[in-house]
Every structure is written in C-alpha cells, then in structure tokens.
C-alpha cells in the first residue's frame, strides 16, 4: 500500500489536520528519528497540503457537477433576508458567500506572510507561512501547557534546510518545491472552483472522503473575496447538505453548522463546519477546532 493511499484510509477515522500540525509532527518525527539513527539527519519534506485534506464527506467530483449550472451572483443577489437560524445550508452558504464579497480585498505581496492562529482539539497553534513559499516561516504550538516552535524552512534555489528540534541543521539542505501559504490562481467563479476541487481532490474520482475537509482547509486560510465567495457558491450546489441550529466550534463560540455527511470506519455520521450566525464568517469545525486569527503580515511574529 503507498504512503497516500494509507493516509487516505487514516482520514476517515481522524478529525481535520492543519498546516501548523502537520510541521510540528514533522518535526517531531525528524528528532525521533535521529535519536535511533544518528547518521540519518534528513527525510523527504512532506508535500505539506496542496490544498488536499481527507475529510470523510460528499464526492469532489459531484461539486464540480453540481455547480456546472450556478450563476456566481453579486452580492446583493447572494444569500437574500433569509434568518441563519431558519435557513437551509444551500441559503446560509450563499449568505456566507454574500458576506465573503463585502470583505476588503488586498492581494499578499511574494515577501509577506500568512498569519493563523487556530484551535486543534487541544492544541493551540499560531503560524507564520511564507506567501510564496520561499521565506523561513515558524509555527509554534501550545498542548497542556507545554510550548513548542518549529521552523518552517523556505525553499530557495531548489533547496531548504533541514531541521531537527525545531531549528535548521547548520550547512544541511535538502531538495524541496515552494509551498506557497497564498495561491493567487484560485478560481473566482463557482463552476470553476467546483472544477478545481475535483481536480485538486484528496479522495479517489467519486469517493465520498474529500470535498468537505477541502472546503474546509480552503477556506480556513487566507483568501481573495471573490474567490471565498466562489467556494461558498460551489459547496452550496451539493446536495445531502443540512444546516445545523445551536452548535459550537472548538472555541466554544456559537453559530449555525452545515452537515456534510461522512463515513468513518464506525459508520455513517456528519462533519460540521460552524459559521457565525450573523456574520457568516467561518469559525471552525463543530466542537473541535477552530480559526481564531487570520492576517497578511510583513514577518515572522507580528500579528497584524
């Protein structure tokens, strides 16, 4: 079995993973590693997302098809009166698309930085993610009251270093591609975008182990407006989708839930992604994480 196919199998018994998770247990594998084999300093550098997460949900496939007849609307076409807490999912998704083109719009220059600071279930996380992949970036992560950071080095000239304890190994690089934190080609109309999640998707053509875990990795990273509001517009084409009164994402904050059915290794059950009820802003998942900071800053620790 390859190494994607079992992380695929994985996904369906886990809750979301992150960016910021995925460097903190990279590094945490690299140390390990180490200690047992002292002549092995280095490991392929993990393909750190390409917007693909595992999230037991509806087919990718079918939002590209869903969304082939969708109009991409204005803002005061999208959405309309509709209270949150009587709306279906179809409706709040659309007024979540409405509100996502009302945001100010600013394109991230190559030499800034994508700052997240989020909720993993019990992990705190903030991170500092180069815009186009090149610049050293730092996560640092807070679990029980213990601390962590980890360098999250950039990829120049084909090369990057290599880290062990959280830091870079003086004069030890290895091959690399740029992870860039901010894609600039990300579709602004809803078939489009639909397109690009079947494309981009992280289960197998027709599995039902991708898109909602997609849509959710998307859109809790920074995005353009119209192109938030097009990944709205194509998640709200999907049929099987319900919204959910009375939840509450990882932080505790209250809102309204769309249900996305999934499948796990114990059976059929649902992933809820928690928006702000008046608001429609993301807020996280339903009782396990959530997004609590998101900013374009020009280096490592600022915050805003």
């Known amino acids: ?6 992380l695929r199998e994985l996904g369906q018994e886990i809750p979301p993973t992150t960016p910021e998770r995925l460097a903190s247990a990279r590094n945490r594998l690299v140390t390990e590693m180490t200690k047992t084999s002292p002549g092995l300093t280095t490991i392929r550098r ?5 917007w693909r997460l595992v ?3 509806l087919a990718a496939a079918g939002v590209a098809a869903a969304v082939t007849s969708v109009l991409v609307l204005a ?3 999208v959405g309309g009166e509709v209270p949150a807490a009587r709306a279906d999912a179809t409706q709040v998704l659309h007024n979540a698309a409405a509100a996502a083109l009302r945001l ?3 394109t991230p220059r190559a030499d800034q930085f994508i700052y997240r600071r989020i909720q ?3 992990s705190t996380y903030e991170s500092w993610l180069s815009v186009d992949g090149t610049r050293d970036g730092l996560v640092k992560e807070v679990t029980g009251g213990e601390s962590t950071q980890t360098l999250v080095p950039g990829c120049r000239d084909g090369q990057a270093a290599v880290v062990k304890g959280g830091q870079a190994l003086p004069g030890r690089t290895e091959p690399c591609t740029p992870e860039p934190a901010y894609r600039p080609d990300l579709p602004t109309e809803a078939a489009a975008m639909g397109a ?12 039902v182990n991708s898109a909602g875990k997609d849509v959710y990795y998307l859109a809790g990273g920074y995005l353009r407006p119209e192109s938030r509001a097009a990944l709205y517009q194509a998640a709200a084409a999907v049929p099987g989708l319900r919204a959910v009164e009375n939840v509450t994402d990882g932080a505790g904050r209250p809102g309204i839930g769309i249900a996305w059915p999934s499948t796990t290794a114990n059976g059929p059950t649902e992933q809820v992604l928690v928006f702000d009820a008046e608001t429609y802003r993301l807020l996280g998942t339903s009782g396990y994480s959530a997004v609590l900071a998101l900013a374009v800053v020009d280096e490592v620790g600022r915050t805003s």
Not at 1 to 6: A, N, S, T, V
Not at 196 to 207: D, F, I, Q, T, V
């Open 1 to 6: 079995m390859d190494d994607l196919r079992l």
């Open 46 to 50: 993990s393909t750190r997302r390409n």
């Open 55 to 57: 999230f037991s949900g």
């Open 75 to 77: 803002p005061d076409q």
């Open 104 to 106: 100010p719009d600013a």
């Open 120 to 122: 993993d279930g019990p």
């Open 196 to 207: 690009y999640l079947a494309k981009h998707r992280s289960g197998e053509p027709g599995s």
